[in-house]
């Protein structure tokens, strides 16, 4: 379920914090939370399960301001309207739930410097895709695909690019993964997939819990590909 919601911001600030993706997924957790604690828990303690990895399968693209200026590590919306797109993949049971937790939020984002104050106008349910054997993409948000490497004595992640040897296997092993978390009795194989850029790469590097002790970077890239 893809859904789009339009947003309108509120009085106060309209300056964010270019990392604003840890609180957007802390927002979208507490949200669904007091929609279904019960669904929220699972997803929060145990998600859809492939072997030893656990998935939550929701993503989020980034906000859409109409109009906007980058001030250092500052976005700085120049109108009022903006909006966002969330895509889970949800029980049936616990679809309209989550839809109408969603309606008339109030919620804030931002961090110590600065905060933007927002409300939820209006949820669009977008149409679902009909999946061919060939079919183009364009990522909304960076596609993050890692490997182990050991530094100095200890396990740690490097992020591939898809220019990288090895990206594209990585690629759809980890498609595969989450699709058998979801579907469990599937036969269904890789077999002959071939992932294709179509544009120049952009790398985004992405802080988490900016200025905790629990600060991290990660880094994916956005494209458009077959």
Request: overall charge positive.
């Amino acid at each position: 379920m893809r859904i789009q919601l339009q947003l309108k911001i509120k009085r106060g600030s309209n300056t964010l914090p270019i990392n604003y993706q840890y609180p957007v997924a802390a927002w979208i957790y507490k949200t669904i939370h007091l929609s279904n604690p019960e669904f929220s828990h699972w997803l929060h303690e145990q998600g859809y399960s492939y072997e030893k990895r656990k998935f939550k399968l929701f993503t989020f693209s980034p906000i859409k301001f109409e109009n906007f200026l980058i001030q250092k590590d500052r976005i700085i919306s120049q109108t009022l309207n903006c909006s966002i797109t969330l895509s889970f993949l949800l029980p049936e049971a616990v679809k309209h739930f989550v839809l109408g937790c969603f309606k008339s939020q109030h919620f804030g984002l931002g961090d110590k410097v600065s905060q933007v104050n927002l409300e939820v106008q209006a949820i669009d349910i977008e149409s679902e895709i009909e999946f061919t054997n060939t079919m183009r993409f364009c990522s909304l948000s960076p596609i993050c695909i890692s490997e182990p490497v050991e530094r100095n004595g200890k396990l740690t992640s490097q992020y591939l690019s898809p220019d990288d040897i090895g990206y594209e296997k990585r690629f759809f092993d980890n498609l595969l993964e989450k699709y058998l978390s979801a579907n469990e009795d599937s036969k269904v194989s890789i077999g002959n997939c071939k992932l294709t850029v179509l544009n120049t790469l952009k790398s985004k590097l992405i802080t988490i819990k900016q200025g905790t002790p629990a600060e991290s970077k990660v880094r994916g890239y956005q494209y458009n590909f077959i």
